[in-house]
């Protein structure tokens, strides 16, 4: 017989546990998924995400914008990663400055919040060419997001460069960083519905490439009903109630909750109310679903020339909690922060059983989730987006406004109603900081045939041509016009025709600006079609031709053609048409003025500026010059662009972007209310007006003196009128029902404290460094309107303002109970009544 040494046996059972300490660790250390959630350490989570694109701010706004999101109650922070600003040049890296990927996720991580990393790294997002750099294009044999070989390889290149980045830095969850999930392609399902096979393939790659990557945490795909084991399908859209993943054992995930929309120049503004908003997401939630990420939280600005489309605007606000500048974009931010609370309330219940659907009406319905150590909460939804509705659920009646839904994390007490604000809202002005800039101009040249320029027969298509690295492409031509022309001698003006592919044009005839024609994000394509001054002997034709951001979505959206593809030709002359198309055509890519770097602290002296009575005003393709000290404060700045065309700043050489405001908003704007399917086209604001007025200046570009500011205006301005604004707060509002729920009162009462339940209280913060000079309105009982434009109602307590002038004027901030007796009584017992209250903040 073998004797064993007990030491072998301490041996063997020391292997084993450790092999299970590991094992369980492993477990532990990285992510998961089940039907109910995303896994972390083991334990199903609901989590609330919002979108950050780290380009579209700067470095420096970052930590404020990841805090804020922190503040409103968010776990995770979502981007895109953008290939075009991380390889402009192929091979050539770059992740510095705005594109300082591995810092903003460490800076998530710092937070204590996690991290999605969408890779795509097909983005769409608005965003110049979907996020594909241009070269892209050119690498032969290539065809994008298809089963194409070259692209394969460049897409697999590049994901893997990410990913071994992030993993280099132990960013991934597993490896004990903030990334939680990652996602590849981008809505590729409608997509491979049209593709058919080759997509199917395509997108099977794509999955089993990510998955392959080893990152230890899932891969989503969005929009993609088929996406294949292990990776989760998700939603995207204004509602995503009515999703259901591929597979029972996957979690319902909402990677897109679009809080507004995008503006595209031409365009009004879009706004989604944040009513509509904390419906949808409460919607989402009591039918299972366990991650919403909100689209955008924070939109920013398309700085420089990322702005994609083509047409989409340089502000990518999107009517998001953050807005454009990084300021709190109230009531939305609050009232979400509010929801988001409520939500996590639930989440013991929420993440422990399906939900047990009880019908309350015709358009109501409970949504009952029950845990089995005890927890209970529910959402009670009135759909009805008309009619308020009385429902009895347990042994209570609650009463709902129409198109909401109630919380009650103890299946008892609501602690939330997404359609009762309780947060502030605020109103925002731009202020002017500076507004007598000294300029100076200089005229860049209407084309020229130097150096520079080459010849071809016939038409260039432009991207060909510019390969994108600018927005202007010069064609010209002569034409000669013979002296016996009949309109020489008092006939009718010849006209030109020009039809171009997009996205617009500025004809010049000798010199002469003759007109502009533009296209639209609907309709990219240009026609000119103009009597033009043309004299006999040999003239001058010089089509200056627009990109204004190439395509980011649609089929095949990289072979979409820009510049004059023609015909151009004269109409009207004595042989009647002259087709231009298939002449001698030159061509100089970009204006003088960029080969020369003006925008640039080092180009800007490389040519005679002018200032004083000789300063251009009102002429086209005119550079501008000026220099100015930082204000103070630390309000963000924007430039107000309103008396210019069209054209780009430069703040210390960099590019704030492409502005436009004589692109006058087209649309219907009207009053909306937040009841009701909410889409893009709802609610609008600025018709008739700039679709983009104001530009942000991001306050880190500033030194403290002597910054340059560089405006190339294309089509005529007055730089007289440009100033510097600061954004701040207005007034802020609070405007709640006399029993609104609140979350002190929940507690209370869930906790058995009290049995009556508690006022509600206003609360009114200005932002930091303000104080309430004045109240400009209160009312307790009926008021009507909304913040900036409130009146009293039939219904008012005489003393209303009183409390609030003794209490908050003079202070950052104040909480004031909606407390009758605090207003000089009940002024219309049996009645419902609210506060509106109206502070000013200077
Ligand atoms: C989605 C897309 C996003 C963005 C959005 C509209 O379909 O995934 O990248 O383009 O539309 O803002």
Redesign the pocket.
């Known amino acids: 017989m073998v004797s064993i040494k007990p030491s072998f046996f301490i041996f063997i059972i020391c292997i084993f546990w450790c092999f299970v300490l590991l094992n369980l660790s492993l477990v532990n250390a990285s992510v998961g998924y089940d039907h109910h959630a995303i896994t972390i350490n083991g334990q199903r989570r609901i989590l609330i995400s919002g979108s950050i694109h780290y380009p579209r701010s700067t470095p420096e706004m970052w930590p404020d914008l990841i805090q804020k999101a922190k503040e409103g109650g968010l776990d995770v922070i979502q981007t ?1 990663v953008f290939w075009n600003g991380h390889e402009p040049e192929q091979g050539k890296y770059y992740f510095e400055e705005r594109y300082d990927l591995v810092k903003f996720i460490k800076l998530i991580q710092q937070a204590g919040l996690y991290a999605h990393l969408r890779i795509g790294p097909y ?4 965003w110049n060419f979907g996020g594909f750099p241009v070269w892209l294009k050119y690498v032969p044999g290539i065809s994008f997001r298809t089963d194409n070989g070259p692209f394969k390889a460049e897409m697999q290149r590049f994901t893997e460069k990410i990913v071994n980045m992030m993993k280099a830095e132990k960013l991934f969850e597993s490896q004990g960083g903030p990334i939680i999930l990652s996602q590849i392609e ?2 590729y399902g409608p997509m491979e519905y049209k593709l058919g096979a080759p997509g199917k393939a395509y997108s099977n790659w794509a999955a089993k490439m990510a998955v392959g990557l080893g990152t230890g945490v899932p891969w989503v795909m ?2 993609q009903d088929d996406a294949p084991d292990p990776v989760i399908n998700t939603c ?1 859209g204004f509602y995503c109630d009515y999703f259901s993943p591929n597979k029972a054992y996957k979690p319902k995930m909402w990677t ?1 909750a ?1 809080t507004g ?2 503006t595209e120049f031409g365009g009004p503004v879009p706004s989604r109310p944040a009513e509509d908003l904390a419906f949808s997401v409460a919607r989402f939630i009591q039918k299972g679903g366990s991650f919403v990420n909100y ?1 955008m939280y924070h939109g920013g600005t398309n700085f420089g020339r990322t702005a994609g489309g083509p047409f989409i605007a340089t502000s990518y606000d ?1 009517d998001a909690p953050l807005d454009e500048f990084g300021l709190l974009r109230q009531p939305k931010w609050g009232h979400l922060k509010d929801l988001h609370r409520a939500i996590k309330l639930c989440e013991p219940a929420l993440i422990s059983s399906d939900p047990n659907i009880i019908r309350l009406g015709r358009s109501q319905e409970a949504h009952e989730f029950k845990s089995r150590s005890g927890a209970c909460a529910a959402f009670l939804a009135n759909y009805n987006p008309s009619s308020y509705a009385k429902v009895s659920y347990g042994n209570n009646h609650y009463n709902l406004p129409p198109w909401s839904i109630s919380i009650l994390p103890d299946c008892k007490n609501t602690v939330y109603n997404t359609a009762r604000v309780g947060a502030q809202s605020a109103q925002m002005k731009f202020t002017p900081v500076y507004q007598h800039f000294s300029w100076q101009s200089y005229n860049d040249e209407t084309a020229s045939t130097d150096d520079s320029a080459f010849s071809v027969v016939g038409l260039l298509e432009q991207v060909n041509t510019t390969r994108d690295r600018t927005d202007y492409l010069w064609y010209m031509t002569d034409v000669k016009i013979d002296p016996n022309e009949g309109f020489l001698r008092g006939g009718k003006r010849p006209v030109l025709n020009v039809m171009s592919a997009g996205h617009a044009l500025h004809v010049y005839i000798n010199g002469q600006l003759a007109g502009t024609a533009y296209g639209s994000l609907e309709f990219p394509k240009v026609t000119f079609s103009e009597g033009v001054n043309l004299r006999a002997g040999i003239n001058k034709i010089s089509l200056l031709s627009l990109a204004v951001g190439l395509p ?2 649609g089929p095949n959206f990289e072979r979409w053609n820009a510049g004059v593809l023609g015909p151009v030709s004269l109409s009207g002359l004595n042989e009647g048409r002259r087709d231009l198309t298939w002449q001698k055509w030159s061509y100089k890519i970009g204006m003088k003025g960029e080969s020369l770097s003006l925008h640039s602290l080092t180009g800007v002296s490389n040519v005679e500026w002018v200032e004083g009575k000789f300063l251009s005003q009102r002429q086209p393709l005119t550079w501008y010059k000026t220099t100015f000290n930082a204000p103070h404060g630390n309000e963000p700045l924007a430039l107000d662009m309103g008396a210019m065309g069209k054209g780009q700043v430069w703040i210390n050489g960099k590019n704030i972007g492409r502005y436009w405001p004589s692109y006058i908003a087209k649309g219907s704007c009207s009053d909306c209310s937040y009841a009701g399917y909410f889409s893009e086209k709802k609610c609008l604001s600025y018709c008739g007006d700039a679709s983009q007025r104001w530009y942000h200046v991001p306050r880190s570009w500033l030194k403290p003196t002597g910054n340059l500011m560089v405006v190339f205006e294309e089509m005529g301005g007055d730089p007289n009128w440009i100033s510097l604004m600061k954004k701040e707060i207005n007034s802020i509002c609070s405007d709640i029902n006399e029993w609104q729920p609140n979350l002190v009162n929940w507690h209370l009462k869930s906790s058995g404290k009290i049995s009556r339940p508690l006022r509600p209280k206003a609360h009114l913060w200005c932002a930091p460094g303000q104080k309430i000079s004045s109240i400009k309105f209160a009312s307790f009982g009926t008021p009507e309107g909304s913040c900036g434009n409130y009146r009293e109602g039939s219904c008012h307590a005489h003393k209303s303002y009183d409390i609030f002038e003794r209490d908050c004027v003079g202070q950052a901030g104040c909480a004031i109970t909606v407390e009758p007796e605090l207003f000089g009584g009940d002024p219309c017992p049996n009645v419902m009544k609210k506060l509106a209250v109206e502070a000013i903040c200077s």
């Open positions: 895109y983005v769409c997002a608005e981008n809505e969005c929009k995207n897109e679009w929309w995008y689209y999107y980011n979505v």
